[in-house]
């Protein structure tokens, strides 16, 4: 893990997405999905240009809840792996906006916001990016990220069907 967060705090950190003038700004979510077997994903989604990416699948119940360090420790790293290895391109070339590090992010949980905060720090993190952010419970990014997951769901259920 210590070279994905080498890897993670050399990336480069832009206020707008490359060659754009789109906020380099993400969410993350903790998403459920009941098909069997039963798993948690971690979503990430840039709410400005509606690009979505998971990481997963975990089985979150099984380090506790949102209150518990583990349960944050596993978001964390899976946010830091997310952006390290460019959203699943590995060593390839990112073509999209995710070719460096956010500008900001934020979730809908405070109280995983506050943990992942902490394991973040613990983890050695470089310090402009320590600070999660809440996103109200209702506006337009959380209905943007909301209906991401409707969409991304959606088609998880019509693959196993």
Not at 21 to 42: C, E, G, K, M, S
Not at 66 to 75: F, L, P
Not at 102 to 117: H, M
Not at 151 to 158: A, E, N, S, V
């Amino acid at each position: 893990m210590s070279d994905l967060i080498t890897k993670f705090n050399a990336l480069p950190r832009h206020p707008q997405v490359p060659n754009t003038q789109v906020p380099n700004a993400w969410v993350f979510t903790i998403r459920h999905v009941p098909i069997p077997p039963a798993a948690d994903l971690v979503m990430v989604v840039n709410p400005h240009t509606h690009e979505a990416h998971c990481e997963g699948p975990f089985d979150l119940t099984s380090y506790g809840t949102v209150n518990d360090e583990e349960y944050c420790a596993v978001v964390a790293h899976a946010l830091v792996r997310l952006f390290a290895e460019g959203m699943g391109r590995g060593n390839e070339t990112a073509t999209s906006q995710v070719s460096g590090a956010p500008w900001s992010w934020g979730t809908t949980d405070e109280t995983l916001a506050r943990g992942v905060e902490r394991v973040l720090k613990a983890i050695g993190i470089r310090e402009e990016l320590l600070e999660v952010g809440v996103i109200p419970a209702e506006g337009e990014v959380r209905s943007v990220v909301d209906g991401l997951w409707e969409d991304l769901f959606g088609t998880i259920k019509r693959s196993v069907e």
